[in-house]
């Protein structure tokens, strides 16, 4: 397992998340107010879910406290955006998903 100061992980510092685009929704705009209405496209994320915004930046906080790798209970969304995050920070990454889970 790599130190929290190898080369490979302190060199990173780049976004995991990309811009998305807004879009504008007339549909929304006639049902809710007359301004206009700006959907942000979150599912254009490399994990597919706004999520990767938040666990994104817990992981990079986490890799800079000395934490060597993440932990998520999920069976979705969060668990995929954990798991894309970890790799692109190189971090061991274990998800947990319940039995149940379909």
Not at 8 to 14: I, T
Not at 23 to 31: F, G, M
Not at 50 to 69: V, W
């Amino acid at each position: 397992m790599n130190s929290p100061k190898s080369p490979s992980r302190q060199n990173f510092n780049g976004n995991i998340y990309v811009r998305t685009p807004l879009i504008e929704s007339v549909q929304l705009r006639k049902y809710c107010t007359d301004r206009k209405v700006y959907l942000k496209m979150e599912n254009c994320q490399p994990s597919g879910s706004f999520k990767l915004r938040g666990i994104s930046n817990l992981c990079k906080y986490a890799l800079s406290a000395g934490y060597t790798e993440v932990v998520c209970p999920s069976g979705g969304n969060a668990g995929l955006a954990t798991a894309y995050a970890a790799m692109k920070l190189k971090m061991p990454c274990h998800i947990i998903v319940g039995q149940k889970t379909p």
